[in-house]
């Protein structure tokens, strides 16, 4: 499975990141890098995660799922609110 994971916070990054030690895991900062990296490779991604408020982000995890939706809509999504997780209503 490939995975892409989408946080401000480095820390929690790392943390996703090893969780899922077991995939191929790419990870972006932001939502723009984040289009970037699914969209040079975006058949190959399976699944998704993005936090939903990333400070000083132009660019909310909404806004990310929905653009890869848009090109991608067999792509699973999940939605981190930090408090929890929820996977996003275009998700299926």
Same mark, same amino acid.
């Given at each position: 499975?490939?995975?892409?994971?989408?946080?401000?916070?480095?820390?929690?990054?790392?943390?996703?990141?090893?969780?899922?030690?077991?995939?191929?895991?790419?990870?972006?900062?932001?939502?723009?890098?984040?289009?970037?990296?699914?969209?040079?490779?975006?058949?190959?991604?399976?699944?998704? *995660?993005t936090d939903r408020?990333?400070?000083?982000e132009k660019m909310?995890?909404?806004?990310? *799922?929905?653009?890869?939706?848009?090109?991608?809509p067999m792509v699973?999504?999940?939605?981190?609110?930090?408090?929890?997780?929820?996977?996003?209503?275009?998700?299926?």
């Open positions: 499975m490939r995975i892409l994971i989408v946080d401000d916070e480095e820390n929690f990054r790392y943390l996703l990141k090893k969780l899922f030690e077991a995939h191929s895991v790419a990870t972006a900062s932001d939502g723009e890098e984040a289009l970037k990296i699914f969209f040079q490779d975006n058949d190959n991604f399976d699944l998704v *995660i408020k990333m400070q000083g909310p995890g909404e806004e990310v *799922i929905r653009k890869i939706k848009l090109s991608n699973k999504t999940i939605l981190n609110e930090r408090y929890g997780w929820r996977r996003s209503k275009a998700s299926g």
